[in-house]
């Protein structure tokens, strides 16, 4: 990853590379130095209470959880295996139904091994969090090389 980021050059990487969040339809919102924010469209199907309409807290932890991960290519400028190794999420309030559900995430700390994270969740103000969550996640936390080139099939847009 070069000094500017490509948010569509992230977007192939998390459809082609992470099915559950193609499937459920995570989008990249924002990326910059600050760090990512993804955005998912509210669908009914992803509702954890047929009845009230409010999404399940899997769908918000896949959200919270794969924008925190993108957020240390951010802060590292470049793509190693990582793993998350603690998640920790506090559900504030319900996310209403119908509206876009937002996760942003920032990488405040790097060591030689680890990244950590914090990151929240909401639907149009970032101070008006649906849940909060802190993290941490394990660089080269694998001895699958580095993806210095983005492969074939993520290219495609």
Do not use: W
């Not at 948010?7 to 924002?30: L, R, S, T």
């Not at 319900?94 to 700390?109: D, N, S, V």
């Not at 802190?134 to 080139?149: G, W, Y």
Request: aromatic letters at 8%.
């Amino acid at each position: 990853m070069s000094d500017s980021f490509d948010i569509n050059q992230i977007q192939n990487i998390i459809d082609a590379g992470i099915p559950q969040c193609a499937d459920i339809g995570v989008k990249v919102h924002e990326m910059d130095e600050g760090g990512v924010t993804f955005r998912l469209p509210y669908d009914e199907k992803l509702a954890g209470n047929p009845v009230t309409g409010v999404l399940h807290g899997g769908v918000i932890t896949t959200l919270i959880d794969s924008a925190s991960g993108m957020c240390i290519y951010v802060k590292l400028k470049k793509y190693i295996p990582i793993a998350t190794l603690d998640l920790r999420i506090d559900y504030l309030k319900p996310a209403t139904p119908g509206e876009m559900l937002y996760a942003h995430a920032y990488c405040y700390k790097l060591t030689e091994k680890i990244g950590f994270v914090r990151s929240v969740a909401y639907h149009t103000d970032r101070n008006d969090p649906i849940a909060n969550s802190v993290s941490t996640f394990m660089l080269r936390s694998s001895a699958t090389p580095p993806l210095n080139e983005v492969s074939e099939s993520m290219k495609k847009v």
